[in-house]
């Protein structure tokens, strides 16, 4: 069972680039191909799918950038990022990006092939939503790893003999068996085997190679992991006999999930709480960048909001400049926090804060806030997707809507079960959204719809708070969008071929930006 953490899954990363699940996973991806080369790489090779989202998104929305960043072992918030293949030339490492039939099912699937003078490996991963990701193959070999644990991988002629030491040794009682067939053993900690060790392994009859790989996660996945709760049925019956509010039981699932102090999960969320308030200060003072569409729009909102120049509705317009504000920072590289996505990171920041501001509540207040967002979107994760490329926007501006309808109802003092009926009406409003970026950049129609899902996560916290009947339980409505997303068809899923992407002022923009961009490069 996928037991996702708050800060790995739904409230994170911290990055920059326009799109966590092409951006922010693709440089994970590439920082497990540059721990597998030991950070010696000369020639890599990329495949595409050509019925998968990256062939036609891959150089605009990030994942070229991304990956490129990773291969040189940086972080998803390194400033260098836009300048990212420059520095892979000046590192003299060589690739080319190929479309050809993969034969894989998911849309965001990355089949890499490194080389150097001395060995050649090749990893073939998916982008899972929201900068998360899953190694699937290594060198031929089947895997399944998340990137949330410190990865050994011991190569031998003979598996066999290096089982029978692993056993004897005691070492096992500190790592899991991953994998214990094919060309090498895997196994998996949450710390790297002692040195010593390592050498004792190199010098086994039959070991060619031992690799290590670090984790690209920040929270690591335990040993043996149990959490409380996985649905928000089980969590109510959980909470049964406790009483606890929704904010002590994000709190509770996290510790339990990432085994640590509660303490430790609280501090984290407001560190997350700190970047997304400077990207709303920074926004709102005016961002620059020249490979964008639009420019910094919240700025003359906030002017002529103070002036009084629109319509009243202190809240709501408060909740649109923040919006507004995230996503311009985003869009010109700046750091943002992906919660849930990088194109859905201004809908639950901007809504959350914008609420939290204008009802002049406490950091802490909105700490809690924040949380209980993040578990709003464990649920989602656990049993649907944040990744448009597999559901639609539905999935990322619908489910960042659903998290901060729960969140805003908290802020205005409601009750647990007001905040659960908040998050199911938000997200029944959200069925069906499509993913058609227009330029093949995550901006426009994106932050209309961050607008419009922050909008209406405020419209359903006041309809919850007013006793508004949900009707369908908050499961079976996150059920239901993850079947729905299945059925929009992929030339609506963030593939720049249908919808808005394709409309002849569409197309205009997209040759514009591609034109300056090549005479910029020249």
């Known amino acids: 069972m996928n037991y996702p953490s708050i800060f790995n899954d739904v409230v994170g990363p911290v990055m920059r680039g326009p799109s966590s699940s092409h951006c922010a996973a693709a440089l994970r991806i590439g920082r497990i191909c540059h721990d597998l080369m030991n950070g010696r790489i000369s020639e890599i090779i990329i495949d ?61 699937t990355y089949q890499i092939t490194l080389k150097n003078p001395w060995e050649t490996h090749q990893v073939i991963a998916n982008s899972t939503g929201g900068g998360m990701i899953e190694v699937i193959e290594i060198d031929g070999v089947k895997v399944s790893l998340a990137g949330d644990k410190f990865v050994t991988l011991i190569y031998s002629s003979d598996l066999q003999k290096l089982n029978n030491y692993l056993l004897q040794s005691g070492i096992l009682e500190d790592v899991e068996f991953h994998v214990e067939k094919g060309y090498f053993l895997a196994l998996t900690s949450q ?22 790989i670090k984790p690209v ?89 103070e002036e009084k120049k629109l319509i009243d509705g202190d809240v709501l317009n408060r909740i649109i400049m923040y919006v507004s504000a995230i996503m311009e920072v985003k869009s010109s590289m700046g750091v943002i926090v992906a919660a849930p996505t990088a194109g859905s990171c201004g809908a639950m920041p901007g809504a959350v804060l914008g609420v939290a501001d204008s009802l002049g509540l406490s950091d802490e207040e909105t700490v809690k806030a924040l949380m209980i967002a993040g578990l709003i979107g464990v649920f989602i994760a656990a049993h649907s997707t944040f990744a448009a490329e597999v559901g639609g926007c539905q999935a990322e501006c619908g489910s960042g809507s659903t998290m901060a309808a729960a969140a805003i109802v908290s802020l205005a003092g409601g009750t647990l079960n007001q905040s659960i009926s908040a998050a199911s009406m938000a997200l029944q409003s959200s069925l ?21 899902a922050a909008s209406n996560a405020l419209s359903c916290s006041n309809m ?28 609506l899923r963030c593939t720049n071929l249908g919808g808005l992407s394709i409309t002849k002022t569409a197309k205009e923009i997209e040759a514009r930006l591609t034109q300056k961009h090549f005479y910029k490069s020249c």
């Open 48 to 108: 595409f799918d050509p019925n998968g989202s990256l062939a036609t998104t891959h150089k605009e929305q990030g994942s070229d950038m991304g990956l490129f960043g990773g291969f040189l072992g940086w972080e998803a918030y390194d400033e260098r990022l836009v300048q990212s293949e420059m520095h892979l030339g000046a590192a003299g490492i060589k690739f080319e990006i190929n479309i050809k039939d993969l034969k894989y099912d998911h849309p965001n």
């Open 191 to 212: 710390a790297f085997l002692n040195e010593s060790i390592i050498e004792e392994l190199k010098e086994i009859e039959g070991v060619s190679q031992v690799k290590q």
């Open 217 to 305: 996660l920040p929270i690591l996945a335990g040993k043996n992991i149990t959490v409380p709760f996985i649905t928000c049925d089980e969590m109510l019956a959980y909470n049964k006999d406790k009483n606890l509010s929704l904010w002590e039981l994000a709190v509770k699932y996290e510790s339990m999930r990432g085994n640590i102090p509660e303490h430790e999960v609280l501090s984290k969320m407001n560190e997350i709480r700190i970047i997304l308030k400077n990207a709303v200060e920074t926004g709102l003072k005016g961002t620059e960048f020249e490979d964008r569409i639009l420019g910094p729009q919240s700025v003359n909102f906030k002017s002529m909001m």
């Open 432 to 452: 069906g959204m499509i993913c058609d970026p227009i330029g093949n950049r995550v901006e426009a129609p994106c932050l209309n719809k961050n607008v419009m």
């Open 464 to 491: 919850a708070l007013a006793s508004y009947d949900h009707l369908i339980p908050l499961d079976e409505v996150i059920e239901t969008m993850y079947e729905v997303g299945k059925s929009i068809p992929n030339t």
